[in-house]
């Protein structure tokens, strides 16, 4: 059967628990290394990825590429804009075609119904780059860099600030795989997916919402958040102001543990989701996160063609 990966839930907790060992080290093993330098056992040599961005990307398109560079493979980038898939082909015709001409494909989109389409029609694996129901991708390299540094996932406490999106909802499917607990501190008529959070909850963790971004906050183990206006969206000002309170600041970060982490996807919107004096001090680990996006979709690329 072809493995696609369009949520978590898709590899599942055994599974995401192989693919975060695998990361972390398959990582070790690589340093000192140049970043274009093949893995010493090139496993997908002569592997090829098909990426297609229909939004904008820096860490999604980078890490990809950089990952089957690695991994001993390359990857082709096609822009919808500049394919037939700008001009009207379905998006069936084009996995068809695509899984004749590449090993796997990656598509970055809105709608979440396009990915799940590419992967009924694909006979290759299809990995979810980012739609607007989720990014696993993304919450793959997290749990990776709270790990790295020195926090098992189980009984961990989160805390998410602002918009309920498609980070968050992926955050929430990792918490029921994981087992660790999330505090969501969002603003009403923001709330994030409710069959994620009551998914996460059936499998054991503890998901609460509240409107009090200090209760969020209060004795976090991570601290989470991301842009309060998506790609895409009208840079609304009345969600702007809804999102205000939620901010993480100095202030803020303090209410979470001493040795709390602060996480952000980026690109971060300084100094409206998050200060420059937060996301720049002791407790940011943005750019480790960053870098994990790599040594994550390696994994996550091993894992769909079995090797993990």
């Known amino acids: 059967m072809t493995r696609h990966f369009l949520n978590l839930a898709d590899a599942g907790a055994e599974a995401l628990k192989a693919i975060l060992d695998d990361a972390i080290a398959r990582k070790a093993v690589r340093k000192g290394l140049p970043k274009g330098q093949a893995d010493a056992d090139a496993p997908l040599a002569g592997r090829v990825l098909a990426m297609v961005f229909e939004k904008n990307s820096t860490r999604t398109r980078v890490s990809f590429d950089i990952a089957m560079r690695q991994l001993g493979g390359s ?18 015709d084009t996995a068809r075609v695509l899984s004749r001409m590449a090993d796997a494909i990656m598509l970055r989109t809105d709608d979440h119904a396009k990915v799940e389409e590419l992967a009924r029609h694909a006979t290759v694996p299809v990995i979810n780059g980012l739609t607007d129901l989720s990014h696993p991708c993304q919450i793959v390299a997290d749990l990776e860099t709270v790990i790295e540094h020195g926090k098992p996932l189980a009984g961990l406490e989160w805390a998410w600030l602002g918009d309920g999106n498609n980070v968050l909802n992926s955050i929430v499917e990792a918490a029921g795989l994981c087992r660790f607990n999330v505090r969501i501190g969002v603003p009403e008529g923001y709330d994030s997916d409710p069959g994620f959070i009551a998914r996460a909850r059936a499998a054991g963790a503890n998901v609460t919402v509240v409107r009090d971004p200090v209760a969020a906050v209060a004795g976090a183990d991570v601290v989470v958040t991301d842009t309060w206006v998506s790609m895409g969206q009208a840079h609304a000002e009345e969600k702007l102001a809804a999102m205000a309170p939620y ?47 790599i040594h994550a979709q390696k994994a996550i690329l091993r894992w769909a063609f079995g090797q993990v």
């Open 247 to 293: 901010q993480v600041n100095p202030a803020l970060m303090a209410k979470a543990r001493a040795d709390a982490l602060f996480l952000h996807c980026l690109p971060a919107h300084r100094g409206e989701e998050v200060t420059d004096a937060v996301i720049d001090g002791p407790a940011s680990v943005v750019w480790d996160e960053a870098e994990n996006r």
């Open 75 to 92: 990857a082709v980038i096609l822009e919808a804009g500049t394919t037939q898939l700008g001009r009207g082909e379905t998006i069936a």
